[in-house]
Antibody, heavy 118, light 110 residues
Framework: EVQLVESGGGLVQPGGSLRLSCAAS????????MTWVRQAPGKGLEWVAN????????YYLDSVKGRFTMSRDNAKNSLFLQMNSLRAEDTAVYYC???????????WGQGTLVTVSS | QSVLTQPPSASGTPGQRVTISCSGS????????VNWYQHLPGAAPKLLIY???QWPSGVPDRFSGSKSGTSASLAISGLQSEDEADYYC???????????FGTGTKVTVL
């Protein structure tokens, strides 16, 4: 069964950094675009970033550009999101998901909670 | 702020048909395909419809999607209690160079 498992969430102070990881299994990770999506408490889904199969292209939500960096290690079937200069408004559950060749994100991981607070 | 607009809520009794609208613009729905997601509380979001009207494996055909111009819609026929969830439309936006989700619609089964 295709599986994505996020880790690395936690409580961090404003201005701090956190690195999220997403471990992929049971599919050829290196042949798929991947994505991060977040959901702030009481809010809707918000796309954060995409990365190409070989890591050569990334796209980011405007509000995280220059602060977040998405990367991947295809040898280890792993996806990462380095988050710097964190703000209170970055508080959310962060999900990683696989980008289907035909469109859409499927499947999704169970999510990891990031709380930015002093 | 989302660029895709959905009604905040929709409801129906078991067996009824419910439709959710998604309004966008020429830079997103007007020029790219639409996907729909179901998000149950405490669970991972699930892809329900991709490329406007296609079903991923395992999704029942009670769910159907359509698109016309800069709008799209999701229909749920034969509404069941387990369909109570939040539903989101989404599409790539060429102007923002990013993926955008709709504002979300909470479906309640009365």
């Amino acid at each position: 069964e295709v599986q994505l498992v996020e880790s690395g969430g936690g409580l961090v102070q404003p201005g701090g950094s956190l690195r999220l990881s997403c471990a992929a299994s049971e599919f050829t990770f290196s042949t798929y675009w991947m994505t991060w999506v977040r959901q702030a408490p009481g809010k809707g889904l918000e796309w954060v970033a995409n990365i190409k199969e070989d890591g050569s292209e990334m796209y980011y939500l405007d509000s995280v550009k220059g602060r977040f960096t998405m990367s991947r290690d295809n040898a280890k079937n792993s996806l990462f999101l380095q988050m710097n200069s964190l703000r209170a408004e970055d508080t959310a559950v962060y999900y990683c998901a696989r980008v289907r060749a035909g469109g859409g994100f499927d499947p999704w991981g169970q999510g990891t909670l990031v709380t930015v607070s002093s | 702020q989302s660029v895709l607009t959905q009604p905040p809520s929709a409801s129906g009794t078991p067996g009824q048909r419910v439709t959710i609208s998604c309004s966008g613009s020429s830079s997103n729905i007007g020029s790219n395909t639409v996907n729909w997601y179901q998000h149950l509380p405490g669970a991972a979001p699930k892809l329900l419809i991709y490329s406007n009207n296609q079903w991923p494996s395992g999704v029942p055909d009670r769910f159907s999607g359509s698109k016309s111009g800069t709008s799209a819609s999701l229909a749920i026929s034969g509404l069941q209690s387990e369909d109570e969830a939040d539903y989101y439309c989404a599409a790539w936006d060429d102007s923002l160079n990013g993926y955008v989700f709709g504002t979300g619609t909470k479906v309640t089964v009365l």
